[in-house]
């Protein structure tokens, strides 16, 4: 265990009072499990706490989990998921800067509308680009239902509010297009050319390699990769809005 790994095992067991899951019941556990060295269980914990109150605490705290389990995959899911909930989380940034750096996987590729997605949280997006259509539409119609000239600055700030709710609409296209972004949660993880066991395998997949699903049949995902497209199993994958 190197040091970033004594680290991340200390940061696991000292967050719980400042962490925004603390509430949960499971997180308290899975710190406790943590603490204990029972990292399998840990994980666990700290999963059913962040399927019942999603949080990026919580989230960083199961990479860690599951990361001293050596599940590099899930390790680096969860915090890519933290990233979702919250982009400016230091810890999750941190940990998945060194886990790719010791699996030598890259970070998904990005459309630009996918890339500006990740700038704000999912949920102000969403905000930003209600409040500003309704505010253009409100400083457009309401001099006129009130019978009032429009001034100048209602104008300007209508073309503001407009301005930004395409920027907004752009972001929420982008957040739509990357939860079809997994990873591959098992080493050497086979691409089949075929959603069948005994379909000849056209290549094998690291741990933690991000892919973009285009289909579903079966229990199998269709997945296109840097390095090609094929079939993998549903076991073997994780996407990243799951």
Not at 69 to 81: F, K, L, N, S, Y
Not at 204 to 216: D, F, I, K, M
Not at 228 to 234: A, P
């Amino acid at each position: 265990m190197n040091l970033h790994q004594l680290v991340l095992t200390a940061v696991i067991f000292s967050c719980v009072e400042i962490s925004e899951a603390a509430t949960n019941g499971f997180f308290a556990q899975g710190v406790e499990l943590g603490r204990a060295g029972q990292f399998p269980e840990a994980a666990a914990a700290f999963e059913k706490s962040a399927q019942a109150q999603p949080a990026a605490g919580t989230l960083v705290n199961l990479g860690i989990a599951e990361w001293q389990c050596g599940h590099a995959g899930a390790a680096i899911r969860a915090w890519e998921q933290a990233r979702w909930i919250d982009p400016f989380e230091p810890r999750a940034n941190a940990n998945l800067e060194f886990a790719r750096a010791v699996t030598q996987v890259d970070a998904p590729e990005l459309k630009w509308f996918e890339t500006a997605s990740t700038w704000l949280p999912g949920n102000v997006w969403v905000w930003l680009a209600g409040i500003s259509l309704w505010l253009a539409v409100g400083l457009m119609t309401l001099p006129g239902f009130f019978r009032q000239r429009k001034a100048g600055w209602h104008q300007t700030l209508a073309a503001l509010g407009f301005g930004v709710f395409l920027c907004g609409l752009t972001a929420n296209l982008g957040i739509v297009s990357r939860t079809q972004i997994g990873f591959v949660l098992k080493r050497d993880a086979a691409l089949r050319l075929t959603p069948t066991e005994t379909s000849e395998v056209v290549s094998t997949l690291n741990a933690g390699e991000p892919a973009r699903r285009l289909r579903t049949r079966g229990n199998y995902f269709f997945i296109r990769t840097t390095g090609g497209s094929g079939w993998i199993e549903r076991s073997a994958f994780g996407l990243m809005s799951e």
